[in-house]
T-cell receptor
Framework: EAGVVQSPRYKIIEKKQPVAFWCNPI?????LYWYRQNLGQGPELLIR????????DSQLPKDRFSAERLKGVDSTLKIQPAELGDSAVYLC????????????FGPGTRLTVL | AQTVTQSQPEMSVQEAETVTLSCTYD???????LFWYKQPPSRQMILVIR??????QNATENRFSVNFQKAAKSFSLKISDSQLGDTAMYFC??????????FGKGTMLLVSP
């Protein structure tokens, strides 16, 4: 069964500081997603990877957000500098490549920007 | 673009009773999947049930079943014999082809003793 580890689980920073999140898939699923979930909302996609390649990053605010997935396994998402509006839960999910595949979510990182 | 609407921000039900959560969607796609995800207070999103648009038969998973009305673009979730552990946010989600999941805003379900 697929599993996703995310770290840290919680992060509190002051605005204008940088922050990084890590996603470590336990299984070898090829597709990896980063979502942002604002309070009281459903998750919204930030970026999708197929192996090492970012195939959909249209919703990623590229002026301050960056992501990478080296070797097509683990991934990091970075914000620099963070703004108050970035406070949210950042979710990582994985799925097998192909059509209509189930996504398996990690527990998320709750970011609070003060 | 697809949209998913969940019109019930909160629902309450007593243990052992049945509750139905509503979801409507809008799409021009002909083949797609619909999902219900559960997100307990610990925030791990878990798949509850999935439905392929081409299948007329409604999906069921133990106490969870759906009422899929393709023409009406409606996809409701019925939870029978509700349990305290069913307390969670429930998200309806849409997936077409190689695109990504589009989620609704969620319904908070509270199951009380």
């Amino acid at each position: 069964e697929a599993g996703v580890v995310q770290s840290p689980r919680y992060k509190i920073i002051e605005k204008k500081q940088p922050v990084a999140f890590w996603c470590n898939p336990i299984s070898g699923h090829n597709t990896l997603y980063w979502y942002r979930q604002n309070l009281g909302q459903g998750p919204e996609l930030l970026i999708r990877y197929e192996n090492e390649e970012a195939v959909d990053d249209s919703q990623l605010p590229k002026d301050r957000f960056s992501a990478e997935r080296l070797k097509g396994v683990d991934s990091t998402l970075k914000i620099q500098p963070a703004e108050l509006g970035d406070s949210a839960v950042y979710l990582c999910a994985i799925s097998p490549s192909g059509l209509f595949n189930e996504q398996f979510f990690g527990p998320g990182t709750r970011l609070t920007v003060l | 673009a697809q949209t998913v609407t969940q019109s019930q921000p909160e629902m309450s039900v007593q243990e052992a009773e049945t509750v139905t959560l509503s979801c409507t969607y809008d799409t021009s796609e002909s083949n797609y999947y619909l999902f219900w995800y559960k997100q307990p207070p610990s925030r791990q999103m878990i798949l509850v049930i999935r439905q392929e648009a081409y299948k007329q038969q409604n999906a069921t998973e133990n106490r969870f079943s759906v009422n899929f009305q393709k023409a009406a673009k409606s996809f409701s979730l019925k939870i029978s014999d509700s349990q305290l552990g069913d307390t969670a946010m429930y998200f309806c989600a849409f997936l077409s082809g190689y695109s990504t999941l589009t989620f609704g805003k969620g319904t908070m379900l509270l199951v009380s003793p």
